[in-house]
């Protein structure tokens, strides 16, 4: 018999709870970086602020079989949304498989009976994932990204012959004297120089978006937030955190997570000086090669419908949805209106950058 449960912020990271949802992250096909503990407690640290943290719980017997962290934000309209917002890509509910349809309507009933919220306001939800394909009465479904994934061959060759002819040429660079003689390498960190390792991606992803007069997506916060959880992730053995150096000198720097069946392609920063050597392109074909190797199934861009990442070839392009529902008067529905709003007007931004970005 399934079971629901409103978790308090004291209850979500105690040890009992974080060994069963590190067991739900291990037999969940819709688990990512984003729903493991470490992450969502890194979050909280850095992010959550005045806001209100709490979680849905479903289990059955003993078993967790459903959980979904949650903030609740303050006035003007107290809404409900997904803990993890900001620099999570995906932020749907950590379901187990087998349980998945009869979990998600009680995710959906628990959600739409918080009492002290006016709107329900859920970001990030993959099309393919819990909850995206629900729209209680009353809501409104919002895309909010396109995800481009990559199934994997079983060899690196067999990938480079879905290649284009330009593309694979660039990429066998990886083979050829600019790294047999040493004069490039690719070097990934270690627990030990994982720090070094983020601070040369923040410069190198800094590099690449002063040149277009933009800050780039690594705030001050962000920074802090991304040091603290690489250092856990490198100890989980998750983290590719790759650099490329060429004559010495660092000019490109990838930032990838590995978990389960699936790489994901999180951020990429490269020296514009050096655009000559393709950085970005070999960054990104050593980490499809990486995960090959590895036996991995996927290789996830994760957000934005980009143009250099559509030369990889990838065979699927979900969506990204936000769900909108109002559920406590006039105020839930001045605070859905203006939400909508404010979609529209980042789904334009985001429309600009993602038609100007032409590498890593």
């Known amino acids: 018999m399934l079971r629901t449960r409103i978790l308090s912020a004291a209850e979500l990271f105690e040890p009992r709870l974080r060994e069963d949802w590190t067991h739900l992250v291990q037999i969940a096909s819709a688990a990512t970086p984003f729903q493991t503990p470490e992450w969502q407690e890194t979050w909280a640290k850095h992010y959550l602020g005045a806001k209100k943290l709490r979680a849905i719980e479903i289990r059955e017997g003993e078993d967790l079989v459903g959980l979904y962290p949650l903030v609740r934000t303050r006035g003007p309209w107290r809404a409900l949304r997904p803990a993890g917002i900001g620099p999570s890509d995906y932020l749907h509910p950590l379901v187990a498989d087998e349980v998945t349809k009869s979990v998600v309507p009680l995710i959906r009933e628990a959600l739409l009976d ?14 393919d994932k819990p909850l995206a394909d629900c729209t209680p009465e009353g809501g409104v479904t919002i895309p909010q990204a396109t995800c481009l994934t990559l199934d ?4 690196y060759d067999g990938y480079l012959g879905m290649l284009g002819k330009s593309l694979r040429y660039d990429v066998r660079k990886l083979d050829k004297t600019l790294f047999t003689t040493g004069k490039a390498h690719i070097q990934y ?8 390792g983020m601070d040369v991606l923040f410069d190198q992803h800094k590099r690449r978006w002063r040149k277009r007069w ?3 997506a690594f705030t001050a916060k962000g920074q802090r937030f991304h040091h603290e959880w690489a250092s856990l992730a ?3 053995g998750w983290l590719r955190l790759g650099v490329l ?7 490109g720097a990838i930032y990838a997570m590995a978990l389960g069946n699936t790489t994901y392609f999180y951020q990429a ?5 050096f655009s000559s050597v393709s950085p970005g392109t070999l960054l990104v074909a050593n980490t499809i090669r990486q995960s090959i190797e590895e036996g991995r199934l996927r290789f996830d861009f994760m957000r934005g419908d980009e143009g250099y990442k559509r030369r ?3 065979q699927h392009a979900l969506e990204n949805r936000r769900l909108l529902v109002p559920t406590r008067g006039g105020v839930g529905r001045l605070g859905a209106k203006w939400n909508l709003k404010a979609s529209e007007i980042e789904a334009k931004v985001r429309a600009k950058l993602e038609r100007h970005a032409s590498s890593p």
């Open 269 to 273: 920063g490269m020296d514009p000086e």
């Open 312 to 314: 990889w070839k990838p």
């Open 189 to 196: 960190a270690t627990a030990e120089d994982v720090s070094q």
């Open 245 to 251: 150096h060429y004559k010495s000198k660092p000019i």
């Open 214 to 216: 933009q800050p780039g």
């Open 234 to 236: 490198i100890k989980k």
């Open 152 to 155: 994997l061959p079983g060899t």
């Open 114 to 127: 918080q009492k002290d919220a006016d709107l329900v306001d859920l970001h990030q939800l993959r099309s």
